[in-house]
């Protein structure tokens, strides 16, 4: 027994390929965004750690290295996850961009005989 799935043109009252583009959009935008704030917040970490000014003195410089490093860690996970994100978001735009009428068609020879 097999069972079709319903074509849709439009979802929400924009077309599938318009609401495609908006969301490939709005997760580039917010990727980059994400990306600059990260690497905003580690270049103050840094810096914090690179000071000569220690603002509490009940740290010693070991702490703060090994505290930091796990920071630094964190912080470079995150970026490769934005980066991940950023190249994904960016595939969904290039691919709704090209338009190839051949891989929209509907074939019924990949359905069986019934």
């Known amino acids: 027994?097999?069972?079709?799935?319903?074509r849709m043109e439009k979802c929400c009252c924009i077309s599938l390929r318009t609401g495609s583009?908006?969301?490939g959009y709005?997760?580039?935008a917010i990727s980059l965004l994400f990306t600059g704030?990260?690497?905003?917040?580690l270049y103050k970490v840094v810096t914090y750690v690179n000071s000569e000014v220690k603002p509490?003195?009940?740290?010693?410089a070991e702490e703060i290295a090994k505290v930091?490093?796990?920071?630094?860690?964190?912080?470079?996970?995150?970026?490769?996850?934005?980066?991940?994100y950023f190249f994904i978001s960016l595939l969904l735009v290039i691919g709704v961009h090209?338009?190839?009428h051949k891989y929209c068609s509907f074939k019924n020879e990949l359905l069986p005989n019934l």
């Open 37 to 41: 704030a990260v690497s905003w917040s």
């Open 98 to 100: 090209m338009v190839r």
């Open 1 to 6: 027994m097999a069972y079709t799935l319903p």
């Open 56 to 60: 509490n003195p009940e740290h010693t």
């Open 26 to 28: 709005v997760s580039i």
């Open 68 to 84: 930091a490093l796990g920071v630094y860690i964190s912080h470079a996970y995150l970026l490769l996850v934005l980066l991940y």
């Open 21 to 23: 583009l908006l969301v």
